[in-house]
């Protein structure tokens, strides 16, 4: 059964950091693509970064480049997001995204979210 769980949201200060991580597993298929995405109140589901399977690639939002940064442990099977310099309005829920694809089709999974919180 493919699971996918983030972690590592909560309440920070503007200027603040934190640390998210997705655990993968249950994956049979080839995960060519992962991602973060968010949603805040109201707003509709944006992506935040991704990163290539081979963890080569990376591709970030406008809004983060330079503040974000998207890594991948394959042994742990965990991507990471490193969040600094953090802003009130990157207050939203935080989803893993993982693109996947085998013999019998492509799949799309995502997790169930974690909360981040950026006071001003």
């Known amino acids: 059964q493919v699971q996918l769980v983030e972690s590592g949201g909560g309440l920070v200060q503007a200027g603040g950091s934190l640390k998210l991580s997705c655990a993968a597993s249950g994956f049979t298929s080839n995960m060519y693509l992962i991602g973060w995405y968010r949603q805040a109140p109201g707003k509709q589901r944006e992506l935040v970064a991704t990163i290539s399977g081979s963890g080569i690639a990376t591709n970030y939002a406008d809004s983060v480049k330079g503040r974000f940064t998207i890594a991948r442990d394959s042994a742990k099977n965990t991507v990471y997001l490193q969040m600094s310099s953090l802003k009130p309005e990157d207050t939203a829920v935080y989803y893993c995204?993982?693109?996947?694809?085998?013999?019998?089709?492509?799949?799309?999974?995502w997790g169930q979210g974690t909360q981040v919180t950026v006071s001003s």
């Open positions: 995204n993982v693109k996947s694809v085998s013999l019998t089709g492509r799949y799309d999974n």
